[in-house]
């Protein structure tokens, strides 16, 4: 009995401090860090038609998003505070190019290549996190994030793409 009230106390603590990290977030006027080298990245994404809104996604749990109907992005707060934006931003990114040229989330097919280690790892949140008809989309952006180059396969992914 001990132990479930314990269990029950810690997840209560850090539901508590998630709730307030996200009320710091929206309550501070905070500039979100985005790096020079991602800057030309959301400049042809907006170019290309695309809004990014860098606020809680209309779904729970999730760090970014990308809805194909309205081509917006949705960058969460919360992945500042964790320090992973930029992973975030290029995994919606990656969503983004694979949207265009007709609306429907499509692999690039872009050949890229990950340590074995990574590949397991985006295996596991692929099997965990998705439905089987994602996986290709989904297994191609957590790929793309990966990658030293990933900005500028974007910019080109989305130059070629996206009308």
């Known amino acids: 009995m001990k132990k479930i009230i314990l ?4 997840f209560i603590f850090f539901s508590y401090e998630r709730v307030i990290a996200e009320k710091q977030l929206i309550t501070n006027d905070h ?17 290309k038609g695309f809004s990014i809104r860098f606020e809680f996604p209309p779904r729970k749990d999730v760090y970014g998003l990308f809805q194909v109907k ?5 960058i969460s707060p919360i992945s500042f505070y964790q320090g992973i934006s930029r992973q975030t931003i290029l995994h919606e990114a990656t969503h983004a190019a694979q949207s265009c040229p007709d609306g429907f989330l499509k692999p690039m097919d872009l050949k890229l ?15 965990k996190d998705y439905n089987s008809n994602q996986f290709l989309i989904e297994k191609e952006a957590y790929f ?6 990933a900005v500028e396969l974007l910019l080109k992914a989305l130059e070629q793409r996206c009308n």
């Open 7 to 10: 269990l029950a106390l810690f």
């Open 31 to 47: 500039s979100f860090q985005i790096t020079n080298d991602l800057k030309p990245l959301l400049n042809i994404l907006k170019k």
């Open 70 to 74: 309205s081509k917006t992005i949705w």
């Open 113 to 127: 290549t990950i340590s074995p280690l990574v590949k397991k790892e985006i295996q596991r949140i692929l099997l």
């Open 144 to 149: 793309l994030q990966t990658q030293k180059n």
